[in-house]
């Protein structure tokens, strides 16, 4: 009982249940690069890999903010502040996770092996940004963003700049959830002298912000069409992804953030799996 307590905090400490966000994005690159279903082999570590590199990043920002999640009423009962699990654990889990992506990364290629430090040095240097600059949103995007190029090159053993707009519609879409999120933490941000769009900003500003974001996000996708020959089921997949994200904005108003989770969480994995669904099906179908 002891063993599966501590699993569990393991497992909340990275917030697992939010792995979900970015996966399907390295999904789609990778049909996309195999021009149909990749190997066994390359999924399963493109998996590996995800699980690994996602779990020693939000492993890291909670050992990097510890201090700071202490103070803020939203964030005071995680794990690391409420004494739950020590920082040399979550350390030691953090090298772990980190051991596994460099795993995954020799298992898939050469070159995705060569590039591994330049994305451990992305996801352990993204914690660090909100302490000197408003864009770690943008810093979070390209973490993510990665996620995508990452699959392409297991799949394709070599880098095509052809990749680059789905790269890029992962950061703008990640930069305006997370832009969207930040919101709760506006005020606290400020009086800590932590920066974030939202505290530089202003909250109406963030909103319009981050609707641009997402309308780039929803152009860089479309562009992907006549770039990779993607039929109307993609193209069907977009249409009811952008319709998600407008949703997701209804449900965050300047003087109402009260649903903010329910537009966080839950419309962003329906956002990222209902793309990599109607890639698959495009596969399957055409």
């Not at 400490?13 to 690159?29: D, E, G, N, R, V």
């Not at 030691?92 to 040095?121: D, E, G, H």
């Not at 799949?155 to 990640?174: D, H, K, Q, S, Y």
Request: hydrophobic share 55%.
């Amino acid at each position: 009982m002891a063993v599966l307590c501590k699993v569990s905090d393991y497992l909340k400490l990275i917030k697992f249940s939010h792995s979900i966000f970015a996966l399907p994005f390295a999904f789609t690159a990778a049909l996309i690069a195999a021009d149909g279903v990749p190997s066994f082999h390359q999924l399963f570590w493109i998996t590996v890999a995800m699980v690994g590199g996602r779990s020693g990043a939000m492993g890291m920002n909670r050992i990097a903010d510890r201090k700071i999640d202490a103070l803020n009423p939203r964030t005071k009962d995680r794990e690391l502040p409420r004494g739950v699990m020590k920082p040399l654990e979550a350390m030691v889990f953090t090298v772990i996770a980190f051991a596994v992506l460099l795993l995954a990364a020799y298992m898939l290629n050469p070159l995705c092996f060569k590039v591994s430090p330049f994305v451990l040095f992305v996801l352990f240097g993204y914690s660090y940004t909100k302490r000197f600059t408003w864009m770690c949103h943008m810093v979070l995007g390209i973490a993510l963003a990665l996620a995508p190029l990452g699959a392409w090159i297991a799949v394709r053993g070599t880098f095509n700049p052809e990749v680059l707009p789905l790269c890029f519609a992962v950061m703008f879409w990640v930069a305006g959830f997370d832009t969207l999120y930040g919101l709760q933490d506006m005020d606290f941000d400020k009086k800590q002298g932590l920066h974030s769009i939202p505290g530089y900003f202003g909250v109406k500003n963030s909103l319009m912000i981050a609707r641009l974001f997402h309308v780039i996000t929803i152009g860089l996708l479309l562009s992907l069409v006549p770039i990779f020959n993607l039929s109307n089921y993609y193209l069907l997949g977009v249409l009811i992804a952008s319709g998600l994200m407008i949703y997701e904005h209804s449900l965050v108003k300047p003087n109402d953030l009260s649903k903010l989770n329910i537009a966080f969480f839950n419309m962003n994995g329906y956002i990222s799996i209902t793309v990599f669904v109607f890639t698959l099906v495009h596969y399957i179908v055409s």
